[in-house]
């Protein structure tokens, strides 16, 4: 009698979990002692049911990931609250604090609120972490704690002395590359505050009628509204609602709102209310030139945010400066020590610090007092047309009463004349 033992090939995990017993069918072969194949099934506890579970680093390499990004992410928070701290435009007080003969002190011990230092944590205790190892190392190698196979890491500083310059001129350049970015985006606001205080003033001055009082309130609305659009569009995180809550009415702050281009929107509210004034052509004309300036601003201000310093040349100089203090210690290492440990901080902490800068100002707006600059330019404004009324009626009574002077001595002459005589 023959028999067929047939097992499952595989065991599903489903299956191997919930059940304590495995399953073998017997077939018997037809030529078999009984008139019809027969098939047995038979059940054994299975013993041995505890299953392998693979090795998982996921968990362990997530914790050490999280290790090693705590540094870094509190360096570069503390980077971007810095970076939306709001800045002030200096006055008399400002710059005397700023001229101040103790201004390095004051420096040195506000040291570690500086967003700069802080911000360098993590490149300096890598570089100055990786020179302890390496003098570790040369200590062991020196005083025979390692087999003598091991050498010694040390280098010539030839290398060091000839790279020197280039490094220099390299960080010089990114600086002052930065620096040129922040000056232009100085400069575009300078014409964007220009100009609209130019067309303020023309609008008032446009503004003859008493029917137009009421339409030039508005227009002068708009014109304040744009800087403050412009401010939210180009500097990210700002809340424009909040900020063009109390220049604009809500209907209008709806619209704007709802436009994909604030600072755009709020150009075409203003050009379709010059064209509701009571203006001749050639004036109306004079009053839509002065619009150019917006164009022109947020074209500017546009490309300052969308491109960059080439990366390449950012990359260059963060490699260079990374491979310079990464090597640092093997080439002062024979002359100094374990003084490379305090040298490769120091200077670490210097030449990052200058990149550092560099890449703070490539981004210029934050850097600009924006707030207080849209501030005031609403300040004169609302100035300007107080000025405007008070100043007309002065103007006014005057005329009259000039007028009625020289009608008590018989001249009978309009003011233009009598001022030509």
Known sequence: MAYLIQTPSKLSPSSSSSSKFISITLYKFPHSSLPFPCKILLRFPLCCQSKRQ??????????????????????????????????????????????????????????????????????????????????????AVSTHWLPEFFPILRASPLPYQLT???????????????????????????????????????????????????????????????????????????????????????????????????????????VQSLHMLDVEAPKLNVLESKLSCFHKGIETCEQLIGIPIPLSYTRLTSRILVLWHATLPIVLWEECHWIVVPATLISAAVLFGIEEVGVLIEEPFPMLALDEICQRFHRNVEEALRNDKMIREHLKTKSLHLHHHRSLNGRHSSPLRDSHD
């Open 164 to 270: 020197a310059p280039a490094l220099a001129l390299l960080l010089v350049f990114r600086t002052e590359a930065s620096y040129s970015r922040f000056d232009e985006a100085r400069k575009v606001w300078i014409g964007i505050i220009s100009g609209a205080n130019d067309l303020a003033t023309q609008v008032i001055a446009s503004s003859e009628s008493p029917a137009d009082e009421k339409l030039t309130r508005i227009i002068l609305k708009y014109i304040t509204a744009f800087p403050v659009a412009l401010k939210c569009h180009i500097i990210y995180g700002l809340d424009v609602a909040k900020d063009l809550q109390g220049i604009l009415e809500s209907d209008d702050l709806a619209i704007v709102l709802q436009s994909k281009h604030r600072p755009r929107c709020i150009i075409e509210f203003i």
């Open 54 to 139: 693979p090795y998982s680093s996921t968990a362990s390499d997530s914790a050490l990931l999280s290790f090693f990004r705590a540094i870094p992410d509190w360096a570069d928070g503390v980077k971007e609250r810095g970076m939306k701290q709001k800045r002030v435009l200096y006055g008399h007080d400002n710059w005397v604090e700023h001229r101040s003969s103790t201004r390095h002190l004051r420096h040195l011990l506000n040291s570690l609120s500086s967003r700069v230092i802080l911000s360098l944590v993590p490149p300096v205790v890598a570089c100055t972490f990786l020179a302890i190892v390496i003098a570790s190392y040369n200590l």
